[in-house]
């Protein structure tokens, strides 16, 4: 059974950084590749939404939207761990981020689609002042 678990959440003003990390432990091996990895974010009320995915082997990434060019996903294999790395950062970011693990190594859709995603961390939580 795959868990993921995240950190790295906290408070920054607009404009700053902040890198979320998510540290998978028993996770399936596809020889050299590791599962497809999202990061999503829940604001209160509201459905969770699409960060970013990588794949397993990490040579493909996806972003929605308000995500690219401010936002990168990674994977560092070694360490078994996923980064999101959030620059540029607004108040509208402010959320619960959450990390997730599918069970292929090949993100199914070619964008984060929570559908995809079948087992969930406990969130980390982002706060951007003005």
């Known amino acids: 059974q795959v868990q993921v678990k995240e950190s790295g959440g906290g408070s920054v003003q607009a404009g700053g950084s902040l890198r979320l990390s998510c540290v998978i432990s028993?996770?399936?091996?596809?020889?050299?590749?590791?599962?497809?990895m999202g990061w999503f974010r829940q604001f209160p009320g509201k459905e969770r939404e699409g960060v970013a995915q990588?794949?397993?082997?990490?040579?493909?990434?996806y972003y929605s939207d308000f995500a690219k060019g401010r936002f990168t996903i990674s994977r560092v294999h070694a360490n078994d761990t996923v980064y999101l790395q959030m620059n540029q950062l607004r108040p509208e970011d402010s959320a619960m981020y959450y990390c997730?693990?599918?069970?292929?190594?090949?993100?199914?859709?070619?964008?984060?689609?929570?559908?995809?995603?079948?087992?969930w961390g406990q969130g980390t939580r982002v706060t951007v002042s003005a």
């Open positions: 997730a693990s599918s069970t292929e190594a090949w993100c199914r859709s070619n964008y984060p689609n929570s559908a995809d995603f079948g087992t």
């Open positions: 028993d996770y399936i091996v596809f020889k050299d590749s590791r599962t497809c």
């Open positions: 990588i794949t397993g082997p990490g040579r493909s990434t």
